[in-house]
């Protein structure tokens, strides 16, 4: 036990001492987005279509393979951090109220986003009839455009198909962010009760080499907790292995301290090249300019959850300068914007939540799960954007009672989506499918989802490491 503790410090020293040059970090990756914005924006106008878009695509193999570089540790950490994170407790039990503070933080937040996210869009009211911005015809028509995509809610095709065909993502990924459709309910659509029985069946894998081939954490989560609570109880017996898995979780971060090195390149050639290529196939200024109202919507709902509500919760139970803190969190809040992936940030957001004084027993057990089921961003976006869609169609008046469903399946939709690319987009048609709407109004989005999941999963990530924060009050001292 007091190696756990001694390697605590020991990590906690190195950590501070990683600090002065993680400030110079930041600006680094600041510069390195606001160049590859620049490049997306310029080079398009330069070149022709087709050069622009194979120099994107040579510059994405180098953000693929940082990507790929975080990614790979994911795993390994969320493993390593979960069990050694209980293993420091020594004791299992003493989780109770941690455990019950993050669940109950988690679900709180979740509500509190959408809650924020429904009062936006009401008062914004995107598409609807009082709306002045373009968005009212344009989305018409970009659902009329939507590469002949025409799918209803009554359809009795393949739903894997369905959802192919109307987000445009390979089928594999769908399958990943909705585990129980991977053997397909033909005419079957996503209600409630399925997103609830999937809620269950995701903390359980029948196969945990499975699980973490497929980046599946929920299980792995699971698995650790309860091997690292049993080890915890079997004393001297196994000290050996005890000692191992903390110092493959510090092995783990410091194999993050050094990839931070490189971010700012990876960061680079991550946003050039995604937003390069969407502005040479005129999906990222011409877009904007068509969903503008839907756009303003979505970040002025994000930017009053992650500067407003989320540093209100902080600043309540940690008397400390939330935007302090916030501030710390940069360098995992420009990954998450750059990679769209709240997992593939995980490693960044556990370095910087370390850093910025949360402790390391609150980090390891809070954020890995918290990538994994708490995303505020993501609720908040898909209540905003189902009430959109409905003012778009002509035929639909919501009542009250539906802005609650959506409510609710808004956040059951978010605890179920993955932490990668888009997966919002994909588990947005619970929300939609449940009030009855019409999936083929997808279409509007989507051309400009790849953009706001960049702002949703920089939220997805503030909200997990506020929680960590929050959290590490209710330890016991
Ligand atoms: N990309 C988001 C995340 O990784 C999920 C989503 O909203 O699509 O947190």
């Not at 919002?424 to 619970?430: E, F, H, K």
């Amino acid at each position: 036990m007091s190696e756990q503790k001694g390697s605590e410090n020991s990590s906690g020293n190195e950590a501070s001492s990683h600090q002065a040059g993680h400030g110079n970090l930041t600006l680094f990756i600041i510069g390195a987005i606001v160049t590859a914005i620049a490049t997306a924006l310029i080079l398009p106008s330069l070149l022709e279509k087709e050069t622009a878009l194979s120099i994107f695509h040579g510059i994405g193999i180098g953000g693929e393979v940082f990507l790929r570089a975080l990614m790979m540790m994911v795993v390994p950490l969320v493993v390593a951090s979960v069990m050694s994170g209980i293993l420091g407790l020594g004791d299992i039990r003493k989780l109770g109220k941690p455990g019950f503070v993050a669940v109950g933080y988690y679900l709180s937040t979740t509500v509190l986003a959408v809650v924020v996210g429904l009062m936006v869009v009401n008062v914004v009211n995107p598409g609807g009839e009082s709306s002045t911005s373009p968005t009212d015809t344009t989305a018409q028509q970009v659902v009329a455009e939507s590469e002949g995509v025409v799918v209803t809610a009554t359809d009795k095709t393949h739903l894997l198909d369905k959802l192919e065909a109307l987000t445009g993502m390979e089928k594999e990924k769908i399958a990943k962010i909705f585990p129980m459709l991977e053997g397909g309910l033909p005419g079957n659509e996503p209600g409630i009760w399925m997103i609830l029985g999937n809620l269950v069946l995701m903390l359980f894998a029948d196969n945990l080499l499975h699980a973490a081939a497929t980046t599946n954490l929920l299980p792995l989560i699971v698995f650790a907790i309860i091997f690292a609570g049993m080890l915890t109880t079997m004393g001297e017996r196994v000290g050996a292995i005890t000692n191992i898995i903390g110092q493959a979780n510090e092995a783990m971060m410091s194999f993050v301290m050094l990839l931070m090195n490189v971010a700012p390149i990876g960061i680079f050639c991550l946003v050039a090249s995604k937003f390069g290529s969407a502005q040479a196939n005129g999906q990222f200024l011409e877009v904007i300019k068509s969903t503008s109202g839907f756009i303003i919507t979505v970040l002025l709902g994000l930017g009053l959850h992650g500067l407003v509500t989320l540093p209100a919760i902080y600043f309540l139970f940690t008397r400390k300068n939330p935007y302090v803190f916030i501030k710390s969190m940069s360098r995992a809040l420009l990954t998450a914007f750059s990679t769209a992936s709240s997992s593939a940030t995980l490693p960044v957001t556990m370095d910087c939540s370390v850093e910025a004084g949360v402790s390391k027993r609150s980090t390891d057990f809070v954020l890995p799960l918290g990538a994994t089921i708490n995303m505020d961003g993501t609720a908040l976006y898909e209540a905003a954007a189902a009430i959109f869609i409905a003012n778009l169609d002509p035929n639909v008046t919501l009542t009250f009672g539906d802005q609650i469903v959506i409510a609710v399946t808004a956040t059951l939709a978010a605890i179920g989506a993955a932490g990668i690319p888009e997966a919002g987009l994909v588990t947005m048609l619970i929300v939609l499918n449940a009030v009855g709407l019409s999936p083929e109004y997808i279409g509007s989005i989507l051309a400009i989802d790849w953009l706001l999941d960049r702002f949703r999963t920089a939220t997805n990530t503030l909200g997990d490491s506020i929680g960590a924060a929050v959290v590490d009050q209710s330890f016991e001292k």
